[in-house]
C-alpha cells in the first residue's frame, strides 16, 4: 500500500511546490511509482510537472465533484513512473462549496484511498495556507514534510504549523506524523542560512531531514520550461539535492507529532 506524503507550509514561498514536484520526480527516479497531487488552486505543481495536458479529461477539483472518475484525470508525465492529478484554479471554490459538508475534511481522503495501492508514494503540494485544502491534505496523509526556508522569521512559522498539526491529529487524523523539516534556499556563502540551520537543528534535533536544498538558478528556471529539474538539468545541484532528499525519505522513520523538543 502506498504511502501518501503531504508537503505542507502556511507560509507561501518556502519552496513547498518546489519540493513536492522534485521529490515526487525524484523518488520515480530510484524505480518507485509515484503520484503528484496538486491540491493548489495556484496549479504550479500541474505546470512544472512535465505532463501532457492534451488529453486531460478533468482535474482534482471535478474528481471531488464526481464529474470525473479519478483514473481518467490522472496524466503521466516525461518520468515512466511519475504520474499527475491536475489542480485548477476551481479549487478556490471549495471552501464554499463544501461549508455545510459535515466530512469537508475527508474528501481527498475518500478520492485517494481507493488507488493508494497503485502506487509506491503519492505526494500531495497543499497550498500555503491553512484552509480546508491542506486540513484535506493532512487528514488524507500519512505524513507532512515542513519545507522551512533558511531566514529568521522560519521557527515562529514552523511552531505554528506544528498546533495546526497536533488539531489535526487529534480530530481528523489520529495517524498523522511528521516525515521532517526540510532545509530550503539554503546559501552556504551567508552567516543568515547557517544562523537558521543551526537555531532549527537545536530546537528539532534530529527531526530535519540532512538534505539540504540551496538556492540553485537551475532549480529556480525548472518550472518557466515545465519540467522537474531532474529533466532539465540533472547535473545541477538542485537535482542532486533532491535525488538525496529521494534516498532519505524512501529509507527515512516518521517522527510522532507531539515529541517536538
Not at 508525465?77 to 511519475?82: A, D, F, G, N
Not at 515542513?146 to 522569521?153: A, H, K, L, M, S
Not at 526540510?182 to 537545536?202: C, F, H, P
Not at 534530529?206 to 522537474?228: M, Q, W
Amino acid at each position: 500500500m502506498g504511502k501518501i506524503i503531504a508537503v505542507g507550509n502556511q507560509k507561501g514561498g518556502v519552496g513547498k511546490t518546489t519540493t513536492a514536484i522534485n521529490l515526487a520526480a525524484a523518488i520515480a527516479v530510484n524505480e518507485l511509482k509515484v503520484l503528484l497531487v496538486d491540491s493548489d488552486p495556484q496549479a504550479n505543481a500541474t505546470s512544472g510537472s512535465g505532463a501532457d495536458f492534451t488529453n486531460s479529461e478533468g482535474s482534482l477539483y471535478e474528481v471531488i465533484a464526481g464529474s470525473v472518475e479519478i483514473g481518467r484525470a490522472i496524466l503521466p508525465t516525461e518520468l515512466p513512473l511519475l504520474y499527475l492529478l491536475p489542480a485548477s484554479k476551481n479549487l478556490a471554490g471549495l471552501e464554499i462549496e463544501l461549508a455545510e459538508d459535515e466530512n469537508r475534511a475527508n474528501v481527498l481522503k475518500a478520492v485517494l484511498e481507493p488507488i493508494r495501492e497503485n502506487y509506491d508514494f503519492i505526494i500531495v503540494d497543499c497550498p500555503p495556507s491553512l484552509g480546508i485544502l491542506t486540513l484535506n491534505g493532512l487528514t488524507a496523509a500519512d505524513s507532512i514534510i515542513v519545507p522551512v526556508q533558511c531566514e529568521y522569521f522560519a521557527l515562529e512559522g514552523v511552531a505554528e504549523l506544528f498546533e495546526t498539526l497536533e488539531m489535526v491529529k487529534s480530530r481528523l487524523n489520529n495517524n498523522l506524523t511528521v516525515e521532517g523539516l526540510l532545509l530550503t534556499m539554503y546559501d552556504e556563502r551567508t552567516n543568515l542560512s547557517s544562523a537558521v540551520a543551526g537555531e532549527l537543528r537545536s530546537h528539532y534535533s534530529d527531526h530535519v531531514f540532512r538534505t539540504v536544498i540551496p538556492r540553485n538558478v537551475r532549480l529556480a528556471e525548472a518550472p518557466s520550461y515545465g519540467k522537474p529539474i531532474i529533466l532539465y538539468d540533472i547535473k545541477s545541484k538542485g537535482a542532486e539535492s533532491y535525488l538525496e532528499l529521494a534516498r532519505e525519505i524512501i529509507n527515512n522513520g516518521k517522527t510522532t507529532i507531539g515529541t517536538w523538543a
